[in-house]
Nanobody, 126 residues
């Protein structure tokens, strides 16, 4: 089985940065898709960013493109989400997620599709 643990959330002023981390344990291959999605109170879940564990082209939601960066450190089994120029509308619970091997990463982003997810970390921008 796969376990995901997020960290790095907190409160930040608008325009500031924040970096989220997701440590994965269990078996994850290069073809698993790692992603971040978020959910604000009263709103639907939104896929934020996604990337294959083995690397390659990342995918981003239009709402965060140019501000957020997803990256992998496989030596540390960690997926990062660097968030810059944060806006109040970025306030949400952020979740790290992973799909089964060979699941399309773009679909995971658009459809917020996952097989495993962490408990989430809160990001508040004021």
């Amino acid at each position: 089985d796969v376990q995901l643990v997020e960290s790095g959330g907190g409160s930040v002023q608008a325009g500031g940065p924040l970096r989220l981390s997701c440590v994965a344990s269990g078996y994850i291959s290069a073809s698993n898709c790692m992603s971040w999605f978020r959910q604000a109170p009263g709103k639907e879940r939104e896929g934020v960013a996604a990337i294959y564990r083995g690397g390659g082209t990342p995918y981003y939601a239009d709402s965060v493109k140019g501000r957020f960066t997803i990256s992998q450190d496989n030596a540390k089994s960690t997926t990062y989400l660097q968030m810059n120029s944060l806006k109040p509308e970025d306030t949400a619970m952020y979740y790290c997620a992973a799909t089964y091997s060979d699941s399309p990463c773009y679909d995971a982003l658009i459809n917020v599709a996952y097989n495993y997810r962490g408990q989430g970390t809160q990001v508040t921008v004021s």
